[in-house]
């Protein structure tokens, strides 16, 4: 079963701090994995993407690394800010499928002063 | 630019009334997308379209019917709506198919009672 799993479920940082999210997938066949961001009250956003071939990916304060054996990702956000407190969702796809996009739960992270 | 815009934002219904997500975005793509979010689970599926005139159900279709008309307006039509159906939509496209970059609306919170 295509399923994708994120850790923790929420998370709470000070601000300045870094952190680091989980994503585990069981999704076949890997297409790519998506980090989204999701403020509150607003639809995801698109933070980095991955594919097979592709282990680091940074986007400013945001790099996401894909571990495609172990089907692992994180993403890690550096220095942390106010602006960073939303909700963090890892998106496997599967190839050759329009609707096999699998959504993880997310992770919560609020940052605060 | 205005992306994918969504309308309306927030919506009570009575158990058994029908009603209208509307969805329109601007940028010519063919894909586009229904999702609902529950609390603490990844957004799911329910239709999706690869153009105009062409749709197909997702993972949670059950309720929902939509059309396409043109490549621009993408509507969800409920009918007998039940307390299930609380949830936040959300309408998204992308440009192709699977894993590419989706971009999303800014949400429908809809309750049912």
């Known amino acids: 079963k295509n399923q994708v799993e994120q850790s923790p479920q929420s998370l709470i940082i000070l601000e300045g701090k870094n952190c680091t999210l989980q994503?585990?997938?069981?999704?076949?066949?890997?297409?790519?994995l998506r980090w989204y961001k999701q403020d509150t009250g607003r639809g995801p956003v698109s933070l980095t993407i991955?594919?097979?071939?592709?282990n680091t990916k940074s986007n400013g304060r945001y790099t996401a690394t894909l571990d495609a054996d172990t089907k692992q990702s994180s993403l890690h956000i550096t220095a942390s800010q106010l602006s960073d407190s939303a909700s963090y969702i890892c998106v496997v796809s599967a190839e050759g499928s329009y609707d096999k996009v699998i959504f993880g739960p997310g992770t919560s992270l609020s940052v605060i002063p | 630019n205005a992306g994918v815009t969504q309308t309306p934002k927030f919506r009570i219904l009575k158990i058994g009334q029908s009603m209208t997500l509307q969805c329109a975005q601007d940028m010519n793509h063919n894909y586009m997308y229904w999702y609902r979010q529950d609390p603490g689970m990844g957004l799911k599926l329910i239709y999706y379209s690869v153009g105009a005139g062409i749709t197909d159900k997702g993972e949670v279709p059950n309720g929902y019917n939509v059309s396409r008309s043109t490549t621009e307006d993408f509507p969800l039509r409920l009918e007998l709506a039940a307390p299930s159906q609380t949830s936040v939509y959300f309408c998204?496209?992308?440009?192709?198919?699977?894993?590419?970059?989706?971009?999303f609306g800014q949400g429908t919170r809809l309750t049912v009672v």
């Open positions: 994503c585990n997938y069981t999704v076949s066949p890997f297409s790519n």
């Open positions: 991955m594919t097979f071939s592709e």
């Open positions: 998204a496209s992308s440009y192709m198919a699977g894993g590419t970059e989706a971009f």
